[in-house]
């Protein structure tokens, strides 16, 4: 008789709520091994018994044929004693000590749910919160670790004596699985009219009745409210962005299938594949000609913001309905989504005329995520429901636990600890309360969920961002260590860690504001970089930026200043001056006194210059829209190019005066407006790569990493790789995290771990606490 073994295995990584002590037990059980499984703070733990032959087969299973969702990071045994024991069991999770094991995110509804959903003889037939251990929801319901439902929001809810039966049965694929429910013991749906009182029927066949009529509907789904429309119905589209107070930005459109997709969007296998993922995030796809979406559905682009349905209640409606329907955050613009009843209740009043919603409570705020399709791959714009709190490897291990406090616009915050880099879901611009109990109520939800108790944290250089004040408050109350980190060097070092590499590069920071050591407005910036720390080798020239704020808000004031910087003083007439006369000799003066003017060396700033010239946008509703505008305008096809001149022999300084002063004699020349932004997207893009080969030859360094919200600009993405591909460039980009401030956290959190190894020999950031 062989002789058995008996071991302790530890299984790390995302391995609860997702199925993994069911398939664990599954697998033991059909091998005739005996023991036990349990989650625990740290993850999974296994004691299994048995032949060694078999027992070895077991340890080798647990990674290759994990359930879908789980993600094994590590798996460790230690020989203990065999005690004879009969049968493998499912013990009681241990609570108490370090809670290091990650929770796993929301996931779309799975196919074997949908089947039943759509089962007449099915006990859950149309149930809107029909799940299990392959689906639902996960971070949006926990409240603490281990994942059990006593700890999420489900505890409310008492199992049925049939969804006990299926919870405890290992044969059953609801073993377990913590959200399970059914019509007798779980959340309901309801259909509330504008002063809450509740309709009678079918709340779905209700809820599509009400958007066909053309009203607008407060839905809660995962992770907070969506406000719904028709998205054919022009009317009801404008009504919402009146209501909503947001004039232009795009909405979100969720459509039934792929093959609905396809009849709205040119759909490639990236981005079949990006709707159909468990994630189920929006995907920014290329709008096809004549795709029946109203035109205040996404104005001023050529793409669309496609998602299929990711939950249950999702399928029903969009099936009830039989078309398209905008799905956009529910709040007012700038304003966090609202996902308790009570906040969706007070600040949606006045815009949804009704409301479709349940009684399952949400314990944290989650958005969408975004992502694009680029060269067969996905590239997150923004990194929220489906993919936190996943977490990202950090190229060196932190030393000590590290808080990064994020950027002050699409903030995102990001725990680390040993190597795991847990970045929030996207919190927003920190410009109001709302936004920042957003913000300090997810840090400490994330502490209590992975047991991180910073003594490190991160920050931005600016001053006056919020994200900068928490963490100068923190220090002054808990005494943690600070660190700095400039925002630029923050957008190469998210990129490297994207990439989980640690430099050196040459990179490429180009965006709209980050506060600069020397005290001005930063934003085209090149750097020699690693984790550690910067140089600055090149930068745009700068440029005065008229009244602050207000030249970000009114591009044509960044036209003023680059024309006069261009021309010497005496720009030829344009439209841009024509429309804006009255004001134009005041913001010039601002300009040359120097009062409410600070000097910028954004490439944001040139970017939107630009447009107001092409008379694309004199003034901005939402942040980067003159630039998106552009890239939207420009001619794909064109390859030509304007110069850009390069000049000084310490750090290298690039002319955008020299671009904009070309923009504005083609202009003149009668040139296309199509065709001068193609030139001047492929002036940047040369400008860029011939920069890059200056620096490579006095630094030897031939890789580059790209970074910054300029760089979510795919047609200078495009040109720019190719270019700096073709002389021979390693080109590193974003695919985990936003190239925009949603990956500074990230970038903040790998600079504080590898300065607490290996601490800079030179000052890299001034004091901004005293």
């Known amino acids: 008789m062989e002789a058995h073994v008996r071991r302790a295995v530890r299984v790390e990584g995302i391995v609860q709520g997702v199925g993994f002590r069911p398939f664990v037990h599954g697998l033991a059980t059909r091998l005739g091994l005996a023991g036990l499984v349990g989650n625990d703070g740290n993850g999974v733990f296994i004691e299994v018994e048995g032949p060694i032959a078999e027992v070895g087969a077991f340890l080798s299973a647990l990674s290759r044929d994990a359930p879908a969702l789980a993600e094994v990071e590590r798996v460790t045994t230690t020989e203990a004693e065999p005690d004879g024991r009969p049968g493998f069991a499912i013990v009681a999770s241990e609570s108490g000590g370090t809670k290091r094991t990650p929770v796993s995110a929301d996931s779309a509804t799975c196919a074997d749910c949908l089947r039943e959903l759509a089962d ?12 299990c251990t392959a689906c639902g929801p996960r971070f949006t319901i926990v409240r603490d670790v281990p994942y059990d439902r006593p700890l999420t929001t489900m505890a409310g809810f008492a199992l049925c004596a049939a969804c006990a039966a299926e919870y405890h049965d290992p044969a059953d694929r609801r073993f377990h699985a913590q959200p399970v429910c059914c019509p007798d013991c779980g959340p309901r749906l309801r259909l509330l009219d504008a002063a809450r009182a509740e309709l009678t029927g079918d709340p779905v066949a209700g809820t599509a009745a009400l958007l066909t009529a053309g009203r607008v509907v407060g839905i809660k789904g995962l992770g907070g409210y969506h406000l719904a429309v028709l998205a054919s119905d022009e009317a009801a589209a404008s009504t919402l962005r009146k209501r909503k107070h947001r004039e232009d930005k795009p909405f979100a459109v969720m459509v039934s299938d792929v093959d609905e997709a396809a009849r709205l969007c040119e759909v490639d296998e990236t981005g079949r594949s990006a709707l159909e993922s468990r994630r189920r995030p929006i995907v920014l796809l290329p709008r096809l000609d004549g795709a029946p979406v109203a035109g205040s559905v996404a104005p001023g682009t050529r793409s669309l913001g496609l998602m299929l349905p990711y939950t249950p209640l999702h399928h029903l409606l ?39 919603t349940h009684d399952r409570p949400i314990h944290i705020r989650t958005d969408d995520s975004v992502v694009r399709p680029w060269r067969g791959r996905e590239t997150v714009l923004r990194r929220s429901r489906g993919f936190v709190p996943v977490p990202i490897r950090l190229p060196r291990r932190a030393r000590r636990p590290v808080l990064a406090c994020g950027a002050g616009l699409k903030n995102t915050f990001c725990l680390a600890q040993d190597g795991r880099a847990f970045v929030s879901h996207h919190i927003g611009d920190l410009e109001n309360f709302e936004t920042l109990r957003s913000f300090t109520d997810g840090i400490v939800h994330f502490g209590r969920l992975f047991d991180i108790d910073p003594e490190v944290v991160a920050h931005d250089l600016h001053p006056e961002y919020l994200s900068t004040k928490y963490a100068l408050d923190l220090a002054e109350e808990t005494g943690v260590d600070l660190t700095g980190v400039q925002h630029h060097h923050a957008h190469i070092a998210s990129c490297l860690a994207d990439n989980g590499e640690t430099g050196p590069v040459l990179g490429v920071a180009f965006d709209g504001t980050g506060f600069g050591t020397d005290g001005t407005i930063w934003g085209g910036e090149f750097l020699l970089a690693d984790l550690v720390g910067f140089e600055r080798l090149a930068h745009l020239a700068p440029v005065p930026l008229p009244g602050g704020a207000a030249a970000i808000r009114q591009p044509w004031r960044m036209a003023a200043v680059y024309l006069e910087e261009a021309f010497a003083g005496a720009p030829p007439l344009s439209a841009v001056r024509t429309r804006n006369e009255s004001a134009w000799s005041g913001v010039l003066g601002l300009a040359r006194s120097g009062v409410a003017a600070p000097l910028t060396s954004s490439a944001g700033r040139l970017f939107d ?30 390859r030509g190019a304007y110069p850009v001149g390069l000049s000084g022999t310490g750090p290298l300084v690039v002319a955008g005066t020299d671009l904009v002063r070309a923009v504005a004699e083609d202009l003149a020349r009668g040139r296309s407006p199509a065709v001068v932004a193609a030139r001047f997207h492929n002036g940047v893009a040369e400008g860029i790569a011939r920069c890059c080969a200056v620096l490579r030859e006095r630094t030897g360094v031939g890789t580059v990493a790209l970074s910054g919200g300029v760089f979510q600009n795919l047609l200078l993405l495009d040109r720019s790789v190719d270019l700096l591909t073709d002389d021979g460039f390693r080109v590193l980009t974003h695919t985990k995290v936003p190239a925009n401030d949603g990956g500074i956290s990230l970038g903040q959190a790998a600079v504080a771990a590898a300065r607490d190894l290996h601490p800079p020999d030179r000052e890299i950031a001034p004091d901004i606490g005293d």
């Open 318 to 356: 969009l099936a009830a309905v039989g078309a398209p329907i905008v799905l956009t955050s529910g709040n007012i613009s700038d304003e966090p989504i609202a996902f308790t009843d009570e906040d969706a209740f007070d600040r949606l009043r006045g815009i949804a005329d009704a409301y479709l």
């Open 609 to 638: 210059a630009v447009a107001a010239l092409l008379g694309v946008r004199d003034t901005v509703r939402y942040e980067g829209q003159a630039a998106i505008e552009l890239e939207q305008l420009a001619d794909p096809v064109e």
């Open 120 to 131: 007449p003889a099915d006990r859950r037939y149309r149930y809107p919160f029909v799940n």
